[in-house]
């Protein structure tokens, strides 16, 4: 088993009090018992909805190393079997931890924000530098509070390059956060009307999402879309914060990481880019101008922490995705295939915008269509009806002429929509379901797109069950 804490340098690390005899060290750090993996050393941190002092005992049984638990939750745990760390604040020790890990790291590191991409970029910043040393990112969209600590906490000491996802819903959040990543590197990726509903305009998303710059390392770097109306906004933010190299990225004849010529097919993209001063062509192995726009970033970012070049435009050929990103099925429906584009996880209107044009590319067969079925975009507050109805634009006139839509701030795109482009409209997602799947034909392409919290995974689910997918591509998106 290979170490990636030693136990005293845990408990140094986190001023906590060791309990029994301790082992030689822990092998990962959890926060989940279902997850947990043997040897792993358990973080019992108390969350909104549960504390995770309440599940030590599974913890123990899934094989901990070590428990790390709080000094005033030690009376009620009773008598366990297993090694502890006693701490104040089990996250606060995370923390501690997540910055013993960047003190001690060597590895080029690079943070990632913005309304939308987040996770895109990161996961092909994870993807192509693996192809030129080994590469430590955060899982999944690890991008808060708790996440980004634990993301560090768990960085093994001998990577070559870590990316680091980090995101916020309201000011003061990236800040933080930023100070313990210290990245050389920091990527906004654009500034959209996500999360609106806690902010006035875009201008004060774009000064929260440049917090970033302020964890930035000296003779560190930043990476803007120059395509982005908020360029010189946050050019200047940067500059503010003491960053003196800042290199914007895009078809803009001024951008360091410039896209000289683009072809867009159904399944990928063709790219000719200029890279600081670097000529380079490249396949991106996933579809969409919001992908080519992504991977410009990629590319600079590479560049930045002297990554080979050539190799990392090879790595773009084979991109894959994670499940409600993008991720393709195709599903065996009795009659002839369907495509399935899960884009379930997340949804503003820069990504509506983006999963539509998607769509729009994307060849059906036969008497095939393409459908569109789409969920609410939360956290848009007094935006939100304003907001959806003009989703309505990005329909009207395409080859999208079937909408499905769900949940309630949806209803004011169903009234948008014009009579010609057959809508169906439900309350939620169990009731569109049986609608849905009733509807589907054979060489039908559709594509879920949602706010992860209005549940149109559940859609994803119902479609791979009744149709089980004969092949399985994988598109960031």
């Not at 959209?192 to 710059?213: C, P, Q, T, V």
């Not at 002297?306 to 990103?325: F, P, Q």
């Not at 010609?420 to 054979?442: H, M, N, Q, S």
């Amino acid at each position: 088993m290979s170490l990636l804490w030693t136990c005293d340098a845990l408990v140094a690390a986190m001023d906590g009090r060791p309990l029994g005899p301790m082992p030689e060290g822990i092998s990962g750090i959890s926060i989940d018992s279902r997850s947990l993996q043997p040897g792993d050393a358990f973080f019992a941190i108390k969350g909104e909805a549960m504390d995770g002092h309440d599940f030590a005992t599974a913890a123990i049984k899934a094989g901990a190393g070590v428990l790390v638990v709080a000094e005033g939750k030690l009376p009620s745990l009773g008598r366990l079997t297993a090694p502890i760390i006693v701490v104040e604040d089990v996250l606060v020790a995370l923390e501690k931890l997540g910055v013993a890990a960047r003190a001690r790291s060597q590895a080029k590191i690079i943070a990632v924000t913005g309304s939308a991409g987040k996770t895109t970029t990161k996961e092909a910043l994870r993807h192509v530098l693996s192809a030129v040393g080994k590469v430590h990112a955060s899982a999944q969209s690890f991008n808060n509070h708790w996440g980004v600590p634990l993301t560090l906490a768990r960085m093994p000491d001998d990577c070559d390059y870590a990316v680091f996802e980090i995101g916020m819903n309201h000011p003061d959040e990236i800040r933080p956060l930023v100070k313990m990543v210290r990245p050389h590197v920091a990527i906004v990726t654009m500034i959209a009307a996500a999360h609106l509903g806690f902010f006035r305009n875009l201008d004060e998303i774009a000064k929260a999402k440049a917090e970033i710059f302020e964890g930035v390392e000296p003779e560190g770097a930043a990476v803007l879309n120059r395509d982005d109306a908020r360029f010189k906004l946050l050019d200047r933010m940067a500059h503010a914060a003491g960053i003196e190299h800042v290199y914007g990225f895009g078809e803009n004849v001024r951008s360091t990481f410039k896209l000289t010529k683009c072809e867009l097919h159904a399944d990928h993209s063709d790219i000719a880019a200029r890279i600081g001063g670097h000529d380079m062509i490249a396949r991106i192995g996933a579809p969409g101008r919001h992908m080519v726009q992504n991977v410009l970033a990629v590319l600079g970012a590479a560049q930045l922490v002297g990554a080979d070049l050539d190799k990392v435009a090879l790595a773009l050929a084979d991109l894959s995705a994670e499940r409600g990103r993008g991720k393709r099925h195709v599903l065996r429906h009795p009659g002839g295939p369907i495509t399935l584009i899960d884009e379930s996880y997340n949804a503003n209107p820069a990504s509506m915008a983006a999963a539509m044009a998607l769509l729009n590319a994307t060849p059906v067969t036969g008497e095939g269509r393409r459908i569109a079925v789409l969920g609410d975009m939360l956290e848009l507050g007094e935006h939100s009806a304003k907001l959806h109805a003009a989703l309505a634009a990005l329909i009207v006139g395409t080859g999208t002429q079937t909408v499905f839509l769900g949940g309630p701030e949806m209803r004011a795109l169903a009234e948008a929509l014009p009579g010609d482009i057959k809508t169906e409209y439900r309350a939620g997602v169990e009731e569109l379901k049986p609608v849905l799947l009733a509807a589907l034909k054979p060489g039908d392409v559709v594509m879920i797109k949602s706010s992860k919290g209005i549940g149109f995974a559940k859609l994803v689910d119902a479609l791979l069950g009744r149709y089980p997918a004969e092949t399985t591509t994988s598109k960031l998106a």
